[in-house]
């Protein structure tokens, strides 16, 4: 007998989950297939050991820096067994209070253990992975959240590279290493090894790092890379391959406007060079579903061009965050169980990365902004100006935020600096609340802080050239 829900989910990481539940919850029969274990990239491959990483990272920055406080530390180096085994630990940790099976047995949603296939537009075969059986599965409603995986350039010696999900498999930590791709992954990888003491070389096929971020935001965290010693190419044209020699593995390279062939000898080498939708093995087209390059295409209610067939989190490609993982996950249960229209403010998601400096950002980019209006309002405020960040030695940064014409409503902000991803959330808090400038201006905040700066640049807002 075929088992039948009225929604399936397929992938239990952090959009399936919250869809899968919010499905349940609004009264649905729900099944949801994972072949792997639950948590998906985030907690197991992704933001959480990279977020234990970061943090050992800082923990290096400051032990360094202890003997001025007058903390005498005599030997700091990286024992990489215990940070691994650290970051695996913390994995554990995070999986076992999150505890998704249980809240899935809980809410009366099926997990079904293996990989899901699309066989017909309504039923999947789901292949369990320890004993390949095949069980087959029939739904009114599918919603994809299959997430995605890291890609390897198609570039002679590929194989020689190191994968960001399996950086914690390294015997040894790298004395030199090259970080191809400077997304949010290979940033905040640069940082961690720089701060563990290895050489690093950072390669970009854009013009600037962090491409997707405000430009200044972009210029500061490069330079600030620089400072710490980090090579930074960007523009890079083309990379032509790896091999091994006998001192490592030789990276080469053409650099941008005509620079020429360059090269390195590393130890290992990182390839955070895109993120496509795992969709390789869903069998789609036996569903009638159309694939785009790397991801599922939705319209803005996050249906396919299959209408029983909807898509949630990485794998639609908008916006590849567990925040927009999460939004996303509401709007298409509520839209395959209700028939609503939800929509997803994908304008009001925070994001950052932590990187030595942190740095974060919502809403629209200056050059957006100006693209749309070139009289929005603009107001930046240093890091340095104020005294909490001085106070801590920490003064490096800026917040940065973006009103309309009228310096009614923020469009965006953007931050560099301590503390920066906190910031951006208390100002998407206010976005999000609909907070006029003129209100945030008049707000007091803590002394002394890092979120001082919102109150601050709020009122250079208001005090900004009036409009031509
Ligand atoms: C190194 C790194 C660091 C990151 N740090 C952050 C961060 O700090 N903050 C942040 O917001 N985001 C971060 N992200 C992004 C974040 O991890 C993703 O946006 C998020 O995990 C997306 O959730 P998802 O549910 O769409 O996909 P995933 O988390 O990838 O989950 C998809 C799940 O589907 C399963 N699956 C796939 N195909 C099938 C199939 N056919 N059958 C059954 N199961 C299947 C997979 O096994 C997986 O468990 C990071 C990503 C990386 C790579
Ligand atoms: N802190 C966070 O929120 C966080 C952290 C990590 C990842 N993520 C998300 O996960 C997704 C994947 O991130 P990612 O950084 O792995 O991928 P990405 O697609 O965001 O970045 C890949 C980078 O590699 C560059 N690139 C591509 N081909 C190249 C080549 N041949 N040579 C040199 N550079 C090349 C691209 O120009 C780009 O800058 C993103 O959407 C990201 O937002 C979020």
Redesign the pocket.
Known sequence: MIDSYDVLVVGAGPAGTAAALRAAELGARVGVVESGPTGGTCVNT??VP?RVLAKTARLMREVRTADAYGISVTEQHIDWPTTVARVRATVDRVRAAKDDTGRFAEAGVDLLRGRARFVSPHELDVTAADDGDVRRVRAERVILCVG?H??R?P?PGAELATM?EDVLDLPDLPRRVAV?????????LVTIFNAFGSDVTL????PR????TDADVSAHVEKAFREQGVRVEVG?E??DGLERVDDGIRLS?RAGDGGGSDHVVVDAVVM????PAAIEDLGLEAAGVEAGKGRIPVDEYLATNVGHVYVAG?ANGI????QAANAEAEAAARNAVLGTTVRTPHHLLP????TDPDYADVGLTEDQARERDEHCVVALVELAELERPVIDDRPRGFLKLVADRRREYLLGAHAVGENAVEVIQSVTTAMAAGVDVATLAKVEFAYPTYSAAIGVAARRLLEAPSVR
């Open positions: 992704g933001c990279t995605g890291s890609r350039l570039v960001p191809v791709g400077a997304g949010n992954t290979g940033a905040q390669l970009e096929v854009a790092i962090l491409a997707q890079v083309t990379v390279w955070s060079t895109g993120w990485d916006a590849m965050l567990v994001a950052g990365g932590f």
